[in-house]
């Protein structure tokens, strides 16, 4: 890893790191509050959660906030296909303009209500036919207010499987993402830091092109999470609050 430089950027997860659902993690806002006093860029690391976090009070930019959705469409546009979309319904606006008709693509973000056996098979089979596989994430599970559950990362990799296939992940835990989260920053992977709740994703896939990581135990954290990535976690801490209290102290 490259020498650490003085921080200049902080990326923040969003679904489980500021909030669950339509629940703040206690203390969140005030910190965020703390956070943008100090000298340092923020940018925010999830899609349309926008005004979910402004109506729980979450002083935040559209500008802020990078998404993989941005990525998946440019992919679309480059390879110039038609998506099969398997994507929720706040995502579809990322998507207008993209020609869905008579799809020879598939895209799969977390969409619950389309991972169904019909469904499924259906993408299966323009798989088969050659179509190409883009997983917005794929990661393994995140965080209900009824408890944890499947992401789309279960499913892309039945379909991987199943077609003999690889997927395009054009989110975290990407080296990619991380690089086009910063872009516009002008700061270096060594000058900034992640937070987030999923271990591998959050904080590995950050750590793997040269930022430090802090991992929260709200959200999808299990215990030990942070023994199942090498190096382990920059540091580790009870929440979102005790992450900015960190760099605060000690990395500014």
């Given at each position: 890893m490259a020498a650490r430089r003085a921080l200049e950027a902080v990326l923040?997860?969003?679904?489980?790191?500021?909030?669950?659902?339509?629940?703040?993690?206690?203390?969140?806002?005030?910190?965020?509050?703390?956070?943008?006093?100090a000298s340092v860029i923020i940018r925010f690391s999830k899609q349309d959660l926008l005004e979910r976090l402004r109506k729980l009070e979450f002083v935040?930019?559209?500008n802020e906030i990078f998404t993989s959705l941005t990525a998946a469409r440019s992919l679309l546009e480059q390879k110039q296909v038609r998506p099969m979309?398997?994507?929720?319904?706040?995502?579809?606006?990322?998507?207008?303009?993209?020609?869905?008709?008579?799809?020879?693509?598939?895209?799969?973000?977390?969409?619950?209500?389309?991972?169904?056996?019909?469904?499924?098979?259906?993408?299966?089979?323009?798989?088969?036919?050659g179509a190409p596989l883009i997983a917005i994430?794929?990661?393994?599970?995140?965080?209900?207010?009824?408890?944890?559950?499947l992401g789309p990362g279960p499913f892309v990799t039945a379909l991987e499987y199943a077609t003999d296939t690889k997927a395009t992940v054009v989110g975290k835990p990407e080296k990619t993402f991380f690089l086009e989260a910063l872009?516009?920053?002008?700061?270096?992977?060594?000058e900034a830091?992640?937070?987030?709740?999923?271990?591998?994703?959050?904080?590995?896939?950050?750590?793997?092109?040269?930022?430090?990581?802090?991992?929260?135990?709200?959200?999808?954290?299990?215990?030990?999470?942070?023994?199942?990535?090498?190096?382990?976690?920059y540091f580790t801490c009870e929440s979102f609050p005790h992450a900015v209290d960190h760099i605060l102290q000690h990395l500014l």
């Open positions: 923040v997860d969003l679904s489980g790191t500021l909030h669950i659902e339509d629940a703040a993690v206690p203390g969140a806002q005030e910190a965020l509050k703390r956070l943008r006093g935040i930019s559209e979309l398997l994507a929720d319904v706040r995502a579809l606006p990322d998507f207008k303009g993209i020609q869905t008709s008579d799809p020879n693509a598939v895209v799969i973000g977390l969409a619950p209500e389309h991972f169904h056996y019909q469904i499924l098979n259906q993408a299966f089979r323009l798989l088969l036919d994430h794929k990661a393994r599970y995140y965080k209900r207010k009824d408890g944890l559950a872009r516009g920053t002008g700061c270096e992977p060594e830091v992640m937070i987030g709740d999923d271990c591998r994703d959050d904080v590995g896939g950050a750590q793997d092109v040269g930022m430090l990581g802090i991992l929260v135990k709200t959200g999808k954290y299990r215990a030990s999470d942070e023994e199942k990535i090498k190096p382990p976690p």
